[in-house]
Nanobody, 123 residues
Framework: LQLVESGGGMVQPGGSLRLSCAVP????????MSWVRQAPVKGPEWIST????????YYADSVKGQFTITRNNAKNTLYLQMNSQKPEDTALYYC?????????????????WGQGTQVTVSS
């Protein structure tokens, strides 16, 4: 069982990227989904959560208004649209399913955890 992130890469400051996370159907339909990032020499940071229907979304203050989380329940795919990117957005981005705590940052705080996709914001 695996959550598979994609869409990472290198982008210039001010640019945009959209991350995707492919999720097995029985997981996707049952759990809220989240994004967490781990930046170099920083602790992990919860980014955003979306509920199972997609009707409710939650964001860390650091990305509010800049990132948008969505989900396509027909395709079992989670997305993170990242706009106006800054060097401090450079991190390994993970998708996660079924958080057991609010705004969890660690794999143990989720039922399922992906392998991560690297995002580098640099000129």
């Amino acid at each position: 069982l695996q959550l598979v992130e994609s869409g990472g890469g290198m982008v210039q400051p001010g640019g945009s990227l959209r991350l995707s996370c492919a999720v097995p159907g029985f997981i996707f339909s049952s759990y809220d989904m989240s994004w967490v990032r781990q930046a170099p020499v920083k602790g992990p940071e919860w980014i955003s959560t979306i509920n199972t229907s997609g009707s409710k979304t939650y964001y860390a203050d650091s990305v509010k208004g800049q990132f948008t989380i969505t989900r396509n329940n027909a395709k079992n795919t989670l997305y993170l649209q990242m706009n106006s990117q800054k060097p401090e957005d450079t991190a390994l981005y993970y998708c996660a399913a079924g958080g057991t705590v609010v705004a969890g940052t660690l794999p143990i705080e989720y039922e399922y955890w992906g392998q991560g996709t690297q995002v580098t914001v640099s000129s």
